[in-house]
Nanobody, 113 residues
Framework: VQLQASGGGLVQPGGSLRLSCLVSGSIFSYSSMGWYRQAPGKERATVATIGTTGYRSYVDSVKGRFTISRDNAKNTLYLQMNSLQPEDTAVYYC????????WGQGTLVTVSS
């Protein structure tokens, strides 16, 4: 099983990005999925999660700005990020849980003018 995250980049404050995470193998539809981020000098922290039933949860700081979604037919997890702020700058990781933890390699999001 491999998780490949993409979609990061440099964006100005107030801008938008959409992250994608393609999951190889056959576990995607059975997996709880999530996005995490690690800012410089900080620990990795949860951003948003989505269960197999589609139930979503978000950290308070991104509520109303970020949307997590999944496409089971494409084995892909998404994170739509709007109204980005400098404090959203971090490496973003996708995560899957199905009997064990699986992590992607991370994609860097930089919010700066």
């Amino acid at each position: 099983v491999q998780l490949q995250a993409s979609g990061g980049g440099l964006v100005q404050p107030g801008g938008s990005l959409r992250l994608s995470c393609l999951v190889s193998g056959s576990i995607f539809s059975y997996s709880s999925m999530g996005w995490y981020r690690q800012a410089p000098g900080k620990e990795r922290a949860t951003v948003a999660t989505i269960g197999t039933t589609g139930y979503r949860s978000y950290v308070d700081s991104v509520k109303g700005r970020f949307t997590i979604s999944r496409d089971n037919a494409k084995n892909t997890l998404y994170l739509q990020m709007n109204s980005l702020q400098p404090e959203d700058t971090a490496v973003y990781y996708c995560h899957a849980w199905y009997r064990q933890d699986y992590w992607g390699q991370g994609t860097l999001v930089t919010v700066s003018s």
